[in-house]
């Protein structure tokens, strides 16, 4: 179990997390989310030691073992892939070379002597820690990780300088997964992953028994993965049960009791200070009104719920009309020396549809993607681009549209018309680069705020075709759906690449499948691509690699090994009856809640309808009190010395019963002040 108390965090002399206390029972995936700086990697940093902490403590079981993934890679370059993953098990290989010492002395030591139990202590301890990593599988295991995170088996002998920044990172992943760690720590752990990768990865984190910890801006793997969410936003920790979708509703019901809590206290509030306003020069209210301070001075003062973080906010522009065919391919084959990537592709893309491209990596998205845009020449067939037909193409790792030694604003202005300049300042706002931001280098800029910038230079320019290959990288959640929006609305035609399976199933209107050197056609979201799918499930074979995981599967069903997308598909028939139960669940505790918030504004009702009539006995015994004295006060009266007596008698009872009033009016606010708390 991961125990936190009461933990404040300054990160270069800012406050990053208050007073933030929670627990992870063993076995428990959380989720961690917020707006980008809220301090997300800052808190697992914490966990894992590597940022001080102001005050308060990170508590761990004793002998726990933690695996971080930070958001970039840190690997040796001239180590092979295996060497590098082998790097993990070190302990365990020097462990066994201790163990046969050991062994070799236990033969010459007395067993009745402390000696030999130092020795026997030691070895039981190496022979656990090799259990723990599972080292006598220790090839088998890297076989069956490299394969299921994508990296074929000559891969594994090719030094890691010779791979991308996005497959480094896949081997950081790979030995944190080997080294089966107590504790599992992931910033960021589906970016640059594939679908079948990341689809993978959740199979395997499902299956541990340790607490996993993760950063996300992926929907879908935080609604298969989370067991509860922890939001952090502007300094604090707020906790929801439940996954991703579950905190979005918690969240909004939470605000919106919230809001209510407040606006009733604002209520009750301004009712006492023009109470305290109205009577304060009186002395015969000198009692209610200092009932009334006291009572503010007691109060805890509600704030109302805070709003979401900024996010970016745009539109494409509405481009011209483009001719009915925007993009065909007919018989088209790409081939790098012997390696054949797809053949005999044809496909006709038409005016505003929303295309993603699908299938596992090294399928040929990609590829195909810079076919479409002119970067590559087909090695046969054709590709055209029909008249009138504008484009934009955003690259996944490319920032040659960012010139090094420009700012924001001058990379705005690079690509703004003739006498839109003044332009680029408002659209570097939209895209949250504020104030001094504007004048940020190029150089200096994080992932996100660079895809950000790059989409903004995209507005500038008319395009009647998007071609947009992994956008929503370093995206946060917000951001993306801005970007959802956005593509939704426009007119144009788009063809995309993302691994976020919810973006692109509420963007996307086609489906092109690319597998087996071929490209296969859906027409309809992405769910729907899925449904259709199921029908086809067990009509294809796939040859898996030796130690993947769905190597083990080949049987279960007539055709042989399920594709990616064929297994996505099993999974999600075998989760129906467990996420029908979970919705029925969630959906009686949503009865539930509202029966409880119900019940709590059936007693409110009523005391605050009795506060209401109290102050209104008490203004009225208040008005009989001054009229008494008034009359009193009148010399005509004493010309009636029954009347005299009369209203002494009345202006005793009067008071005494204001005094009662009074003291039910106190108890009855307290009652009313403590339900409403409960209720909130």
């Excluded at 990865?201 to 989370?226: C, G, P, Q, T, Y």
């Excluded at 995206?475 to 801005?482: E, H, P």
Aim: aromatic fraction near 6%; charged fraction near 30%.
């Amino acid at each position: 179990m991961i125990t936190a108390n009461n933990l404040t965090i300054y990160l270069g002399g800012e406050l990053i997390l208050n007073d933030a206390t929670f627990q992870a029972p063993d076995g428990e995936r959380i989720a961690i989310v917020g707006p980008n700086g809220a301090g997300k990697s800052t808190l697992m940093k914490a966990i894992k030691g590597l940022v001080s902490v102001e005050s308060g403590e990170v508590l761990l079981p004793k002998g726990s073992t933690i695996g971080y993934l930070p958001q970039s890679a840190n690997l040796v370059s001239h180590r092979t892939i295996r060497e590098e993953m082998r790097s993990i098990f070190e302990d365990a290989l020097s462990a066994f070379g201790e163990m046969e010492d050991l062994e070799h002395r236990m033969g010459e030591v007395d067993h009745e002597t402390d000696a030999f139990r130092h020795i026997a202590t030691r070895y039981d301890f190496l022979l656990s820690e090799i259990n723990r990593l599972d080292a006598y599988a220790m090839d088998a295991n890297i076989g069956q990780v490299s394969a299921g995170l994508g990296f074929a088996t000559s891969d594994l002998d090719r030094s890691c300088g010779e791979f991308s920044g996005g497959w480094q990172m896949r081997v950081e992943l790979a030995k944190v997964l080997l080294a089966r760690p107590d504790i599992l720590l992931l910033d960021e752990p589906t970016n640059h992953l594939d679908l079948e990768t990341i689809q993978w990865l959740e199979e395997w984190i499902l299956n541990l028994k340790a607490n996993v910890l993760f950063v996300s801006h992926e929907r879908s793997f935080m609604d298969r993965l989370a067991d509860r969410i922890f939001e952090i936003d502007r300094t604090q920790l707020t906790i929801y049960k439940g996954n991703y979708s579950d905190y979005l509703d918690l969240r909004e019901e939470r605000r919106l009791i919230q809001q209510r809590a407040f606006e009733n206290q604002q209520r009750e509030i301004e009712r006492a200070e023009s109470f305290i306003t109205r009577f304060r020069a009186q002395a015969n209210k000198a009692a209610g009104v200092q009932s009334r301070v006291k009572m503010l001075e007691k109060l805890e003062r509600l704030t109302p719920p805070t709003s979401d973080a900024a996010t970016i906010h745009f539109q494409f522009p509405q481009p011209p009309r483009s001719v009915k065919e925007v993009i065909q391919i007919k018989d088209v084959r790409q081939s790098y020396g012997d390696l054949t990537v797809f053949e005999d592709v044809n496909l006709t893309i038409y005016r505003g549809e929303r295309v993603a491209l699908v299938g596992v990596n090294g399928a040929g998205k990609s590829t195909l993607m810079k076919l479409i845009a002119g970067e590559e020449k087909p090695t046969a067939g054709l590709c055209e681009i029909g008249l009138n037909v504008e484009k934009q193409y955003f690259a996944q790792y490319e920032d040659d549209a960012l010139r090094s030694g420009y700012t924001v604003k001058q990379s705005l202005e690079s690509v703004a018309p003739l006498g839109e300049a003044q332009k680029a300042r408002n659209v570097a706002g939209a895209f949250l680069f504020k104030d001094d931001d504007v004048d940020k280098p190029v150089t200096v800029l994080s992932g996100g705020e660079k895809t950000r910038l790059r989409l903004a230079m995209m507005l500038f320019s008319p395009a009647n075709l998007l071609l947009l290959d992994e956008p929503t990288n370093h995206l946060d959640i917000g951001s993306r759906q801005t970007l959802e929006k956005a593509l939704s609305e426009y007119t144009g035609t788009v063809v995309m690449v993302s691994h976020d399976r919810t973006f692109v199933d509420r963007v996307a209107n086609r489906i092109i499948e690319i597998a087996n050197g071929e490209a296969r056609e859906y027409w309809g979201s992405y769910r729907e691509y899925l449904k259709k799918h199921r029908q086809e499930i067990g009509l294809q074979a796939r040859d898996f690699p030796a130690g993947h995981p769905k190597a083990s599967q080949e049987e279960t069903l007539p055709g042989g090994a399920p594709t990616s997308e064929e297994q996505k598909l099993l999974d999600d028939m075998k989760a129906v009856e467990p996420r029908q139960a979970s919705k029925a669940q969630r959906m009686a505790q949503r009865r539930n809640d509202a029966e409880t918030r119900k019940e709590a504004r059936r007693r409110i009702k009523p005391l605050r309808d009795r506060v209401r009539a109290l102050e209104r006995d008490i203004e009225q015994l208040e008005k009989r009190e001054e009229e008494i004295e008034r009359i009193l006060a009148d010399p005509v009266t004493y010309a009636n010395p029954d009347r005299i007596a009369d209203l002494g008698r009345e202006k005793k009872e009067t008071a005494e019963k204001l005094a009662e009033t009074m003291t039910r009016w106190e108890q009855a606010g307290e009652e009313l002040e403590t339900t409403m708390a409960e209720s909130s």
